[in-house]
Antibody, heavy 122, light 112 residues
Framework: QVHLVESGGAVVQPGRSLRLSCAAS????????MHWVRQPPGKGLEWVAV????????YYADSVKGRFTISRDNSKNTVYLQMNSLRAEDTAVYYC???????????????WGQGTLVTVSS | DIVMTQTPLSSPVTLGQPASISCRSS???????????LSWLQQRPGQPPRLLIY???DRFSGVPDRFSGSGAGTDFTLKISRVEAEDVGVYYC?????????FGQGTMLEIK
């Protein structure tokens, strides 16, 4: 069965960087696009980024474009989110999700991990 | 960006009764490939989101058939035929047609 485990969440100061990882198992990782979605404490969901199976297509939310980078290593079954120039408003639980159906930019986030908390505070 | 608007924001329902949530997009969600990438997700308290429906009406793996989706263009609906206690949570619509992908504000389903 599909299993996604996020890691790397921490408390960081504004302006600093952090890299999140998401280890996948239970499916052929290289066959699916992968998403990152975040949820600020007590608030709704915000889609962050998606990468196609081969990294040729990557798309970002306007709020993170130029600061965050999504990448993947198909040999390690892992997707990453490099977050630079962090701001207080980036504080959230970050979820990785396997696309339900597509190798490309995505049909929908399907299976989700449990999330990892990033807190940006001085 | 496409704005997704859900109604109602809160929905008290009686166990065993039907429930319905609406979602409207600020522009058509028909993709150039002819598909409409509108999803519904459920988030139970303290849990990560769970995909229920994708492409308007396709149920995701393991989703009970009491959940159904319908709609076209800019107007979409999630229906639960008979609400069960485990259905309590927040429901989100999401458009995956045009980047950046966007969610509705969420609708809290609670039992009367």
């Amino acid at each position: 069965q599909v299993h996604l485990v996020e890691s790397g969440g921490a408390v960081v100061q504004p302006g600093r960087s952090l890299r999140l990882s998401c280890a996948a198992s239970g499916f052929t990782f290289s066959d699916f696009a992968m998403h990152w979605v975040r949820q600020p404490p007590g608030k709704g969901l915000e889609w962050v980024a998606v990468t196609s199976y081969d990294e040729k297509k990557k798309y970002y939310a306007d709020s993170v474009k130029g600061r965050f980078t999504i990448s993947r290593d198909n040999s390690k079954n892992t997707v990453y989110l490099q977050m630079n120039s962090l701001r207080a408003e980036d504080t959230a639980v970050y979820y990785c999700a396997r696309d339900c159906c597509s190798r490309q930019a995505g049909w929908s986030p399907g299976n989700w991990g449990q999330g990892t908390l990033v807190t940006v505070s001085s | 960006d496409i704005v997704m608007t859900q109604t109602p924001l809160s929905s008290p329902v009686t166990l065993g009764q039907p429930a319905s949530i609406s979602c409207r997009s600020s522009q058509s969600l028909v993709h150039s490939d002819g598909n409409t990438y509108l999803s519904w997700l459920q988030q139970r308290p303290g849990q990560p989101p769970r995909l229920l429906i994708y492409k308007i009406s396709d149920r995701f793996s393991g989703v009970p058939d009491r959940f159904s989706g319908s709609g076209a263009g800019t107007d979409f609906t999630l229906k639960i035929s008979r609400v069960e206690a485990e259905d309590v949570g927040v429901y989100y619509c999401m458009q995956v047609t045009q980047t950046p992908y966007t969610f509705g504000q969420g609708t809290m389903l609670e039992i009367k």
